[in-house]
Structure formats: structure tokens, C-alpha cells
């Protein structure tokens, strides 16, 4: 099982940027998605979940300004991120729980900076 993350880049601040991460291999479960971030010197810190009913959960930091979403039928989980901040900058990791244990995609950059 493998979890390949996309989208990542260089934005200016208010600026906006959608992450993709699709899971693939062997499956037959997957319960809940979600991505988290880590910044330099920073632990890593939970973005937000979705689970596979599609109920989402997100850090009070980025409340209002993502919006996690998952297709089913693709083993695909999307993060549409609009208004960011430089503090939003961090390497941005995909995570799944995938038949009953926990995978994490490489991670994706996003620089906000002008």
C-alpha cells in the first residue's frame, strides 16, 4: 500500500493551493484520511481527517480556510487550502488508515512567502 501526495508549491500569502494524495496497492479498507504538517523545528500537527463517511475534522488553525474532501471510488483525498498565511508553510503529509493500520505518503511542500 502506498500514498503518493501531490500539489504542493510556492504561493504568496492569501494566496491558494489543492493537495492531492491517492492511495494505492492492495486494499480493501480504508477508514479515515486526512493530512498533517510539520514545519521546521515543529512537531508534526494534525490539518484535518475525513472520515470514510465523509465527516470532517480540522485544526482550529486552519478552520474556514480548508476544506478536506475524499472520493471513494478513488482512494483519493484532496485538500483545497485558500487564504493562506506564512505560518501555513510546512511539509504537508498524507495519512491513511488502511486496512487496519496507519500509512503516510511522502510528504509535499508549501512555501507561502512573497
Known amino acids: 500500500v502506498q500514498l503518493q501526495a501531490s500539489g504542493g508549491g510556492l504561493v504568496q500569502p492569501g494566496g491558494s493551493l489543492r493537495l492531492s494524495c491517492t492511495a494505492s496497492?492492495?486494499?480493501?479498507?480504508?477508514?479515515?484520511m486526512g493530512w498533517y504538517r510539520q514545519a521546521p523545528g515543529k512537531q508534526r500537527e494534525l490539518v484535518a481527517t475525513?472520515?470514510?463517511?465523509?465527516?470532517?475534522t480540522y485544526a482550529d488553525s486552519v478552520k474556514g480556510r480548508y476544506t478536506i474532501s475524499r472520493d471513494n471510488a478513488k482512494n483519493l483525498v484532496s485538500l483545497q487550502m485558500i487564504s493562506l498565511k506564512p505560518e501555513d508553510a510546512a511539509d504537508y503529509y498524507c495519512?491513511?488508515?488502511?486496512?487496519?493500520?496507519?500509512?503516510w505518503g511522502q510528504g509535499t511542500l508549501v512555501t507561502v512567502s512573497s
Open positions: 495519512y491513511g488508515r488502511i486496512n487496519f493500520r496507519d500509512y
Open positions: 496497492g492492495s486494499i480493501f479498507s480504508i477508514n479515515t
Open positions: 475525513i472520515t470514510s463517511s465523509g465527516s470532517p
